[in-house]
């Protein structure tokens, strides 16, 4: 493509961050302290927007996710990091181009050019199909025991088993309260599996389940097929993580399966787990986009590696230019 013929590119950035969650925010913020000019784009849907509170982010324990965020955009346009609302809608390599790069097509239509990506557009929690769960996710529908096990420790927990991890979940969640059923819903138990729980006290309750019992707008309980109920004021579940990975995807990035116990659990971009580089050089990506099973302290710190192998990659490259410029000089100097 020829940059003289788009219209439409407007702006041109050291790095463009694909992504304005904890991880994106992050990133950007070491990059814009590091004197990068950066844009970040954000489509404004982050995970845990259902949340009404997060946990296990020191300092910010207990504050809203809108909370964690609005601080985090101040602080990266503090520094002069510019932020637009809306996703990247492709993200086309130009190393063809004049000068290399990519160039960054947005929500909008308008286009940027960048030096270097960092993709940080998190993933999508895919619920099992069951009426009025999507409502109550993040509320009393829950999946993580390190981010709301305090809020609900002593109560009646039930653990809805979908997959292999189910007899895990359960032992998990058996740190934080000492009441825990076991829904078998649509998993078959093992005789190993049923002693296991046995041993640790936990119910088990036979049958699909079918529906929710909610009263006063609050989990009260569960409905099996036939009509039976389990009582409950939390109920856990084992989302599938698809990474967002669009804008991976029109770069040629592969995506991978996530599994464990031998099932499949999710998708993730290929990246390396420690620097974020993925097979595409200039790409970088960070947080639950690459790391599914990341919590917020680390898709921060995920963003905050990546930033820094960024940054290095765009010093050497710098240094590299300028021995080159320095060498042709010399030797402009000497023929003449």
Not at 123 to 132: C, F, I, Q, S
Request: charged share 20%.
């Amino acid at each position: 493509m020829d940059n003289a013929r788009d219209n439409t590119l407007t702006s041109s950035f050291d790095v463009v961050v694909v992504g304005g969650g904890t991880a994106g925010l992050a990133g950007a913020l070491t990059l814009a302290r590091a004197r990068r000019s950066l844009l970040v784009l954000d489509s404004g849907s982050p995970r845990n927007a259902p949340a009404a509170h997060l946990h296990g982010y020191l300092g910010r324990d207990g504050a809203s996710p809108a909370e964690l965020l609005a601080v985090g955009r101040a602080e990266v346009t503090g520094y002069g990091g510019e932020i637009r609302s809306g996703a990247a809608g492709t993200a086309l390599a130009a190393d063809r181009l004049p000068g290399g790069g990519f160039l960054v097509r947005c929500a909008d239509g308008s286009a940027v050019r960048a030096g270097r990506l960092l993709i940080a557009t998190g993933l999508v929690d895919e619920l099992p199909e069951l009426p009025g769960l999507r409502e109550r996710w993040g509320r009393d529908v829950l999946h993580c025991p390190y981010c709301h096990g305090w809020e609900v420790r002593d109560e009646p927990v039930a653990v809805l088993a979908t997959g292999p991890l189910a007899v895990h979940q359960a032992q998990m969640w058996r740190n934080w309260t000492d009441r825990v059923t076991l829904l078998t819903h649509t998993r078959r138990l093992t005789d190993e599996e049923r002693e296991l729980l046995s041993a640790l006290g936990v119910a088990v309750a036979e049958g699909e389940v079918t529906g929710l019992d909610i009263a006063d707008d609050r989990l009260a309980g569960v409905v099996l097929a036939g009509g039976a109920a389990v009582a409950c004021t939390a109920l856990v579940v084992a989302p599938r993580f698809t990474a967002r990975a669009g804008v991976a995807a029109g770069l040629g990035l592969p995506v991978a399966t996530v599994e464990r116990a031998g099932a499949a659990i999710g998708t993730c971009l290929e990246a390396d787990p420690v620097s974020g580089a993925t097979a595409l050089r200039g790409v970088w990506a960070a947080g639950n986009v690459a790391g599914p099973m990341e919590q917020l302290a680390g898709a921060a710190a995920a963003g905050v590696r990546a930033a820094v192998a960024i940054n290095t990659d765009l010093i050497e490259e710098e240094g590299r230019r300028a021995l080159e410029a320095h060498r042709a000089a010399r030797g402009s100097a000497g023929g003449a």
